[in-house]
């Protein structure tokens, strides 16, 4: 399947999804909604990858939402309780685009470059792992045109770095230099530049990759759900957690391979029928 906004290639159970319009600095059109809620969604049922590298191209990452999602959504000044009713709806599936990378079965590895702006920090905010290079930013821009951010940024920043830091950035609009979002572990390591960000997020999604895929399964729904809930509810999801994977072709598989001192192989998750909640 071809996109408009992206390319999207899986080589040796990776998926890289590259973000593929650079002379408009990649923003955020209504069709990359549609778009991005496809491939996630053919990811997630085929199975065919253990781990997702999201990328860009050009010089930012992504300069955030399109203007044309606003005039072709009919978000603009909703009049009536029923078109607000409407617009309260297209927030929610504008939403679930980005939710759906948390729901995936697979981690997700960003490499952000340049500007992380608006949308962009709502989708980098979902993803697991963030790489970016020395000259990436991020800015919470939507403060800086009248409005809340509303797809992410407001809800899952606060889980990755201190709420007060949250504040300052969603309150001011300014940019934080990719320096400070390593100091405050919102992005995991620094790079110079995009090339050698991009070779370090493969690397580490060829070492997940050859894993047990029902494990790390299950690890991403472990910290998932205890970043949402307390300690006790957590363990119990856990235990549960644990209990429908113990007994499984993975956990044989790895102490086989162990035994005879070589590389596990393990097989891809199987095909879902369904994705999401």
């Known amino acids: 399947m071809t996109y ?3 390319d999207l290639a899986i080589d040796e159970h990776i998926a890289h999804l590259r973000l593929n319009r650079p002379a408009a600095l990649n923003t955020m059109s209504a069709a990359f909604f549609a778009e991005l809620r496809a491939a996630l969604a053919e990811l997630h049922r085929a199975a ?27 978000l603009v000044s909703p009049d009536g309780a029923a078109a607000r009713a409407n617009f309260a709806e297209m927030i929610a599936g504008l939403q ?8 995936l079965r697979m981690p997700v590895i960003a490499v952000i470059q340049g500007g992380c702006i608006g949308g962009g920090v709502d989708m980098a905010a ?3 792992i963030r790489y970016a290079t020395a000259d990436a930013f991020f800015c919470i821009q ?14 899952r920043l606060p889980k990755l770095i201190p709420e007060g830091v949250v504040r300052e950035y969603a309150y001011s609009g300014r ?8 100091e405050l572990g919102l992005v995991n390591e620094v790079f110079a530049d995009h090339a050698q960000a991009l070779a370090a997020a493969l690397a580490l999604a060829k070492e997940i990759a050859g894993k047990a895929p029902t494990a790390i399964w299950a690890t991403k729904q472990a910290i998932t759900h205890a970043r949402d809930h307390g300690v006790p509810e957590s363990l119990a999801h856990m235990a549960l957690l644990q209990s429908a994977m113990w007994d499984s072709n993975d956990l044989r598989e790895a102490l ?3 035994k005879e001192k070589r590389e596990p192989r393990f097989d891809d998750l199987p095909p879902s029928a369904t994705f999401g909640r």
């Open 4 to 6: 408009a906004s992206f």
């Open 96 to 103: 679930e685009a980005f939710t759906a990378l948390e729901r």
């Open 175 to 182: 940019r934080m230099p990719a320096a400070r979002a390593r």
């Open 256 to 258: 086989v391979a162990a």
């Open 142 to 155: 939507e403060i800086n045109i009248g409005l809340a951010a509303d797809l992410g940024t407001l809800q």
């Open 48 to 74: 065919r990858a253990r781990v997702l590298v999201l990328s860009s191209t050009g010089k930012h990452f992504t300069a955030g939402m399109s203007l044309d999602v606003f005039a072709e959504g009919g």
């Open 126 to 128: 979902a993803c697991d």
